[in-house]
């Protein structure tokens, strides 16, 4: 299996982020995680490890607006200029708006609280870089199914499903599945699955109203875990992908039986779809040992997941998204793996 993988990762370090509460804490989301994944990957004898291809900004602004592109490209650079009596390692603003304010503001504060959705999305120095060269992770590894491979792995960092057409937020930037997944439709049916243990908002943003892509998200539920407002049942999609999106929320405790009998009505959509790809978006914070999931997901239960959706003999891409049991996290990508190789 072709794993594609970039160093630029290690650009975008962000030193703490804020929790309920205020807490400071160290930024979970860390180069630790993808360092882990490699080296676990690393001792297997059917990946093989690439660099991603450079595919420029057109497939990011087929997904993305191009004005919070261009926010993410400067964003940094624009701060820094900004007289503070305080050290500025990172962006991050302190004033969103409610519904109803639409006004984009000039300053980079404000424009900042207007295409961030919470706190842990800090734009440092080497973030956009380090965004750009995870969706290329991404799309590189759309190319090689594309071109006839049974699947690939593309361990991204920064992860994407929270991000949406305009806004970044939980430690995700720019969407890699979904900028992978659009760019995939211009050969046929897409489907994304997202098995991260937070809903896929980001995702659910980009193709809510799309009737070339179905996705599915089965996650803990937001009435009582992040991202709280998105990620309900009840959100099936609108206009042309009207049914198109579907939210599986699980509760907190949610076991193996229970989540691979749910994974099991996502794969009667699938098949009902009939796409001709598929992209998961991985994130192994379903398992039990996560500092931020509350699922009792064994790895026993990862490999018959990953076995499961294997099992639709589809062209798949894999595209990492959260996980922080550093730990635990390579060996569950290699359950995860381990059927499609
Ligand atoms: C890609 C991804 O998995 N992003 C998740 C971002 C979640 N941020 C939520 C932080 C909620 C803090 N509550 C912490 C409770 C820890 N015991
Ligand atoms: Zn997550």
């Given at each position: 299996m072709q794993i594609f993988y970039s160093e630029t990762h290690k650009l975008h370090n962000p030193p703490f982020e804020l929790f309920d509460g205020g807490q400071h804490m160290p930024y979970l989301e860390s180069p630790e995680r993808a360092e882990r994944i490699l080296s676990a990957l690393r001792e297997?004898?059917?990946?093989?490890?690439l660099e991603p291809e450079d595919f420029g900004l057109d497939p990011i602004l087929a997904v993305h607006d191009a004005d919070y592109v261009d926010f993410l490209r400067t964003a940094y650079e624009e701060w820094i200029q900004v007289k503070t009596g305080y050290e500025k390692i990172a962006?991050?603003?302190?004033?969103?708006?409610?519904?109803?304010?639409?006004?984009?503001?000039?300053?980079?504060?404000?424009?900042?609280?207007?295409?961030?959705?919470?706190?842990?999305?800090?734009?440092?120095?080497g973030t956009?870089?380090?965004?750009?060269?995870?969706?290329?992770?991404?799309?590189s590894g759309a190319k090689a199914i594309l071109g006839g491979e049974r699947s690939a792995f593309a361990l991204c960092r920064p992860p994407g499903h929270h991000a949406g057409k305009s806004f970044?937020?939980?430690?995700?930037?720019?969407?890699?599945?979904?900028?992978?997944?659009?760019?995939?439709?211009?050969?046929?049916k897409v489907t994304i699955l997202d098995i991260d243990y937070h809903a896929g908002n980001g995702?659910?943003?980009?193709f809510y109203e799309r009737g070339d892509v179905l996705t599915i998200s089965i996650h803990a539920d937001p009435d009582s875990e992040y991202p709280a407002f998105c990620g309900y049942a009840e959100e099936t999609g609108a206009g042309r992908g009207s049914s198109l999106h579907r939210n599986f929320p699980l509760p907190i405790g949610t076991d193996d039986e229970v989540y691979l009998s749910t994974l099991g009505e996502a794969i009667d959509l699938i098949q009902s779809f009939d796409p001709e790809y598929l992209v998961l978006s991985a994130g192994m914070d379903l398992y039990s040992g996560d500092p931020l999931g509350k699922f009792a997901v064994t790895r026993d239960g990862i490999r018959k997941i990953g076995a499961r959706i294997a099992d639709l003999s589809l062209p798949t891409l894999i595209v990492l998204e959260g996980g922080y049991n550093n730990a635990a996290l390579g060996e569950n990508i290699a359950a995860l793996l381990g059927k499609f190789a």
């Open positions: 297997l004898d059917w990946i093989e490890i962006l991050l603003p302190a004033t969103f708006p409610p519904r109803g304010w639409s006004h984009r503001p000039k300053s980079i504060l404000g424009r900042a609280g207007y295409h961030m959705f919470d706190l842990s999305a800090p734009i440092m120095q956009y870089k380090a965004a750009l060269g995870s969706a290329n992770c991404a799309l970044c937020g939980g430690y995700c930037y720019l969407n890699n599945a979904a900028i992978a997944a659009d760019w995939l439709t211009a050969k046929g995702t659910q943003d980009i």
